[in-house]
């Protein structure tokens, strides 16, 4: 059930305390999925005879940091809030909902945008992490562009957090891009007609 969101008075935005509530909650489960990740390559990696001592290739490295980890939260992220919950996990524990423009559920194109942007400056710093050589036991000093790539990083943090304090309807950089905002939920999706 989609509403409207020409009447602002009518719409609770969810503003900086609330939705970093909410991503502290999805992060628990992305530290656990991480955990997981890790230890069974460990495991996989030391009965295959592979070395974790930053001998393995860069490029490599990042290619696997974003297919296992990365990607599989874009799209986590992706599907939950394009469901008929319109919402992750953390979400829905404090009460918010992504809508679109409409006030409606979003696209699946919409939430990929959507979660694409949210978590770039994370890619962005897997890369350049993978960029150090030796990292990640025994780094040596980086090149000028993983220095270059941590400042993005920091930016794109710092914008983020930026448009949601201080932007109208605490819309976030990558909630304009994509045509979304985050609203607190007048009724649980299974109340609402429809799906």
């Excluded at 955990?35 to 592979?50: D, P, S, T, V, Y």
């Excluded at 696209?107 to 990929?112: D, H, I, P, T, Y």
């Excluded at 605490?170 to 304009?176: G, I, L, P, S, V």
Aim: hydrophobic share 50%; no cysteine; proline share 6%.
């Amino acid at each position: 059930m989609a509403i409207s969101l020409r009447h602002d008075s009518e719409v609770e935005y969810a503003g900086l305390p609330r939705r970093l509530a909410a991503f502290a909650l999805d992060g628990l489960i992305i530290v656990i999925y991480a955990a997981l990740l890790a230890a069974a390559a460990l495991l996989i990696g030391g009965l295959a005879g592979i070395r974790f001592d930053g001998s393995m290739d860069p490029v490599a490295g990042n290619v696997i940091a974003f297919v296992t980890l990365v990607l599989p939260v874009v799209l986590y992220s992706t599907l939950t809030e394009s469901s008929r919950f319109q919402a992750t996990w953390g979400k829905r524990r404090l009460g918010l909902r992504v809508v679109g423009a409409d006030g409606g559920r979003l696209g699946r194109s919409q939430a990929l945008v959507r979660a694409a942007g949210k978590f770039l400056p994370w890619q962005v710093a897997h890369t350049s992490l993978f960029g150090i050589p030796g990292w990640p036991l025994a780094p040596a000093a980086p090149p000028p562009w993983v220095g270059v790539g941590f400042g993005l990083t920091w930016l794109l943090v710092l914008v983020y957090l930026g448009t949601l304090a201080f932007a109208p309807r605490h819309r976030t950089a990558y909630d304009w891009v994509a045509g979304s905002s985050v609203i607190r939920a007048r009724s649980t999706p299974t109340e609402q007609s429809g799906d």
